[in-house]
């Protein structure tokens, strides 16, 4: 039984009256007038109570809709909120990874910055003994160049010396070939022998060598 369903009523019990004449029996006709009649009260008894029993039917759905709708609702700002703990938990997860890359990279510019630095430093470095390396070959190939030249210069003015030197001899001997011999006079003991013969002017002494000096 349905709660709230009216219960239809039991059909009327035939009793068995005693026996009575036709007049008091109703006819057929009445008979059927009146089970018609029954049948329509409980047919309308009937749609009623399917009725009632429909409108309880659907009270409870909208109750059940209306308690699921609150329950959902629950549940989504439950889901709500623990969406935005999880998202507001990623967010701080996210700024502390860019706080830490940040400093990684700050850290790697620095590092960069000594290094790049350091280069420098040790190109100058470099560069300046390059520098100092080149001027002191230039100096030495300068110096030994000059030297070169100075020794060659002194072998010319030696080899022209000796040439000059040579050409004297050469004119000294040919001097004393050409000269008539002379006498020589008695020295005294100990002095060097003199020559009468005067030399012309010009003319060096037999044996004197005469350099010069460029």
Known sequence: QVPGQQVVGQPYALVQPPPRPSHEIPDPESIEKQKRAYEKSLDAELEQSKKLVEQQVQARKEALKMKAEQQLAMYKAQLEQHLKQEE???????????????????????????????????????????DMHRQQQDMHKEMTTMQERIAREMAEHHQASAQLQQQHIQQAQQFQMQQVPVQQVPAAPGAMPAVMHALPAGAAMPGAVAVQYG
Not at 97 to 121: D, F, G, I, P, V
């Open 88 to 130: 507001l938990g990623l967010d701080q997860g996210l700024q502390q990874q860019n706080m830490q890359l940040q400093q990684q990279l700050m850290h790697q510019k620095a590092t960069l910055e000594q290094q790049a630095a350091a280069l420098s430093m040790e190109y100058q470095q470099r560069k300046m003994q390059e």
